[in-house]
């Protein structure tokens, strides 16, 4: 199974890790030349394929933001603030379509998803852009979901900055029902609860479907829709949900979902247990305080990144040794 996570490391800005079959998928703003193909923006390892690093002849002309790897059908999907060619089958006419698109692993070529895209009429430095994918396959479809800051029109509907791409084996199509009309400001996280049929999204909004939940919000895949995870706040200014993780439970503690951000209540690290919010306590060092990036570790473990420091508030230097969160004494990131 494929674990998103993002890295902030100068120009990689998407990383994605097949952790069954090992291999890695690098995406961002990248130049690359002397490997299996000269590639731009995106670079892929199969260790079964002679241990090089190889990427798609056709390519990504600007930022790769997010990458996801469906290992049934072997497909990458990435997303992004690039355009890629289409050719009309109707009509032959050759256009670019914006911020989607999709791979089959290895020795294809990037291609569009037969044309959808996103839209966005472009301010300064600010077109439409997709930041975070999900994708999973159940019988004979493909489900993608696609989350950012745009717009998309069609067929009489509407959404904005989160969408649903169905694959039926033959073509890709928009799914607008129940997840129009999105939210009112963009979406940087996405986090699936297979086992509850659960899309958790995170982001800087402020209501989802409608119904107001400021930063976080969830969307039941059995039909109930959005649902609200009011309780978290922070300064208008730099709120945000940057990073989802959602931890199993058990027989005595419910799913919980570990949500990260620049929240200041209940904390910039905070565990929902389906009901209320617990903040976990973080040393603040001086400035900024922000949870970027959550995945799972070893032996039921957590990890986190971001502008922080670790340990107990009002403690001494060593940090906090009390569950669910253990900085390991002075650990940092």
């Known amino acids: ?19 069954v079959l090992g291999e890695y998928l690098i995406g961002g703003n ?14 892929a390892w199969d260790p079964a394929l002679d241990s090089l690093w190889f990427g798609s002849t056709l390519l990504i002309n600007n930022n790769i933001y997010s990458i996801v790897f469906d290992a049934s059908r072997r497909y990458i999907f990435a ?33 569009t998803l037969n044309g959808l895209e996103v839209t966005k009429q472009c301010g300064v430095n600010n077109c439409a852009s997709v930041f975070v994918l999900s994708a999973y ?9 696609v989350g950012g800051d745009f717009n998309i029109v069609s067929g009489g509907f509407s959404t904005r900055n989160i969408a649903k791409c169905v694959y039926d084996g033959f073509t890709w199509s928009w799914s607008f029902a129940d997840i129009s009309p999105g939210t009112d400001g963009p979406v940087l996280a996405f986090a699936r609860d297979s086992v509850l049929g659960r899309l958790y999204v995170g982001g800087n909004f402020s209501s989802a479907g409608g119904i107001s939940s400021r930063g976080v919000a969830f969307w039941d895949e059995k039909g109930s829709g959005w649902n609200s995870m009011v309780g978290l706040s922070g300064a208008d200014g730099s709120f945000m949900v940057a990073s989802l993780l959602v ?6 503690v419910p799913t919980q979902v570990l949500v990260g951000g620049t929240m200041t209540s209940p904390s910039a690290l905070a565990v929902w247990d389906d009901q209320t919010w617990r903040g976990v306590e973080l040393a603040e060092p001086a400035g900024l305080v922000g949870v970027l990036g959550l995945a799972r570790g070893p032996n039921g473990t957590a990890l986190a990144a971001g502008f ?10 060593g940090g906090c040794s009390a569950p ?8 940092g990131c």
Not at 101 to 110: E, T
Request: proline share 5%.
């Open 1 to 19: 199974k494929c674990q998103m996570s993002i890295l902030v490391l100068i120009l990689v800005i998407g990383l994605c890790v097949d952790s």
């Open 30 to 43: 990248l130049r690359t030349a002397a490997i299996h193909n000269r590639s731009r923006n995106f670079v």
């Open 79 to 111: 997303g992004g603030e690039f355009d890629l060619p289409y050719t009309s089958p109707e009509t032959g006419f050759v256009t670019w379509k914006r911020g989607l698109a999709v791979l089959q692993f290895p020795g294809g070529q990037w291609q």
């Open 137 to 145: 396959s159940v019988d004979s479809q493909t489900i993608l979901y």
């Open 247 to 252: 931890l199993a439970g058990n027989a005595s």
């Open 308 to 317: 922080l420091g670790f340990g107990c508030a009002g403690s001494a230097a």
């Open 324 to 331: 669910p969160w253990d900085p390991a004494g002075q650990l």
